[in-house]
């Protein structure tokens, strides 16, 4: 079992910044990944990164270079640093954890709003 703790949501002017954390407890597999999943109101859950043990990344499409995911490997946690945000980018946050190996084991955060108004 993987325990998931986020941080960093709130509210934030267009055009502004926000750095959310997710740290992992537990027993973790070698070979894993970790990210950012977002739904905002009546739309799907969609991925905003990845990064795995192997240091592969992967982004969404809306990305645009606008956001960037890293991990610190001592602390067992994920960053997702988010620039030049819109109110599109409001929504829920959801840190992800998945077994690269054993594929079906994955666990997810309770989430985190992130919320772009003026």
């Known amino acids: 079992q993987v325990h998931l703790v986020e941080s960093g949501g709130g509210l934030v002017q267009p055009g502004g910044s926000l750095r959310l954390s997710c740290a992992a407890s537990?027993?973790?597999?070698?070979?894993?990944?970790m990210g950012w999943y977002r739904q905002a109101p009546g739309k799907e859950r969609e991925l905003v990164a990845t990064?795995?043990?192997?240091?592969?990344?992967e982004y969404g499409n809306f990305v645009k270079g606008r956001i960037t995911i890293s991990r610190d490997y001592v602390r067992n946690t994920v960053y997702l640093q988010m620039n030049s945000l819109t109110p599109e980018d409001t929504a829920v946050y959801y840190c992800?954890?998945?077994?690269?190996?054993?594929?079906?084991?994955?666990?997810w955060g309770q989430g985190t709003q992130v919320t772009v108004s003026s």
């Open positions: 537990g027993s973790m597999p070698i070979a894993n990944a």
């Open positions: 990064s795995t043990t192997g240091g592969i990344k």
């Open positions: 992800n954890f998945r077994n690269l190996v054993h594929v079906t084991e994955k666990f």
